[in-house]
């Protein structure tokens, strides 16, 4: 029973992992396939409008999206925060939305795409910033790190000019974002083991 036990505990971040992997997976694939200026200026969102690349991205967001849904519910059975369950489900929602927004079909799509796009940031950011609050580790400083450092490259490449690094800092702010995912499962495993210790 324990070893059956401690195996369950160990699943949602170990499904978190391999759902997040497959959609980085999914991005190097895409930049294999079409890697130029467009791409650094538009971002992970190009790969959404570009005719071979299209149907991957999908695939990779669908997967994430799913991951990120079936870990929040799990992290919901043990009392993880609201902000975390609902910023996980809202996540995966904006992906989708992302999806059926394309940023090159005209101003209420292109609006539409970038709103849910900052918003979703900001949630991300949101939770990011709750894990270095609660749980103040070399790990969580270094996921929050990550993320606030690719968002800040994110951000700054997004004036009309020169510096065009936006796929850059959007990879590396996601790169961030899942550390601290991962950082938030395997606390709420320490948690519940500890718990179910206590229990006998």
């Not at 195996?7 to 499904?15: E, L, V, Y």
């Not at 759902?19 to 130029?36: E, K, R």
């Not at 989708?96 to 709103?115: D, E, R, S």
């Not at 690094?165 to 601290?180: D, K, M, S």
């Amino acid at each position: 029973m324990g070893p059956e036990e401690s195996t369950n505990q160990r699943t949602p971040r170990q499904f978190l992992f391999a759902t997040q992997l497959f959609f980085f997976a999914t991005l190097l694939l895409c930049l294999l396939i079409v890697h130029s200026e467009v791409v650094e200026n538009d971002g992970i969102s190009f790969f959404g409008v570009y005719h071979g690349t299209i149907e991957i991205l999908t695939v990779g967001f669908c997967v994430a999206a799913w991951g990120l849904w079936r870990t929040s519910s799990q992290l919901r059975s043990v009392d993880a925060p609201p902000l975390v369950v609902v910023g996980m489900r809202v996540v995966a929602i904006s992906l989708f939305v992302l999806l059926i927004t394309p940023f090159n079909k005209g101003t209420f799509l292109n609006w539409a795409h970038m709103i849910t796009g900052v918003a979703m940031a900001l949630v991300e950011l949101a939770i990011s910033i709750l894990l270095l609050m609660r749980y103040r580790s070399a790990a969580s400083i270094g996921a929050f790190s990550v993320a606030l450092g690719g968002g800040l490259l994110a951000a700054a490449s997004l004036p009309d000019w020169s510096f065009a690094y936006l796929f850059q800092g959007e990879v590396i702010f996601e790169i961030g974002f899942a550390w601290c995912l991962l950082e938030w499962t395997r606390v709420f495993e320490v948690d519940h083991r500890e718990a179910l210790a206590q229990q006998y």
